[in-house]
């Protein structure tokens, strides 16, 4: 199996375009940030390369998308998070304390069912983002008494 930055370079190639060393620090951010937004991507590639600027990344980005590459996923209110495409997972995001913790697909395999069944709809639960409440800010919460 090819790794992101093989599959890239076979795609572009195919496409007539070349890796150049801004698509291969993109790709490298995105691979070692693992969700990460534009900017974050931004500021770790700036630090191997100062010159590179916001507009190339989001372009850069645009095309990764584009290729199939790499996804992206909007975890709440802000910026989208981009991620290899091969990372396939439902994120559950805390809207208290901003924690996202990620779940397989499967896991929303009934509701993909129950959607498909009511109104030929077919999910895909991998640009997904659940809000609620996690674990361990649920366990702060002041229990109810009867």
């Avoid at 989001?58 to 709440?76: A, D, F, I, K, Q």
């Avoid at 208290?96 to 896991?107: L, Q, S, T």
Wanted: hydrophobic share 35%; net charge neutral.
């Amino acid at each position: 199996m090819d790794t992101a930055p093989e599959q890239l370079r076979r795609t572009l190639h195919e496409r007539g375009l070349r890796m150049t060393p801004q698509r291969q620090l993109v790709l490298d951010a995105i691979t070692a940030l693992a969700h990460a937004t534009p900017e974050q991507i931004c500021a770790h590639v700036r630090r191997i390369t100062p010159t590179v600027n916001i507009t190339t990344v989001y372009r850069t980005l645009e095309l990764l998308e584009r290729l199939g590459v790499v996804r992206h996923t909007h975890l709440g209110h802000g910026a989208p998070v981009y991620s290899l495409d091969e990372h396939e997972h439902v994120h559950l995001v805390c809207h208290r304390c901003g924690r996202v913790d990620e779940v397989p697909c499967e896991a929303l395999a009934d509701l993909g069912e129950a959607l498909r069944a009511a109104k030929n709809f077919r999910l895909d639960p991998s640009h997904l983002a659940l809000s609620g409440v996690c674990g361990q800010c649920g366990a702060k919460e002041p229990r109810e008494t009867s």
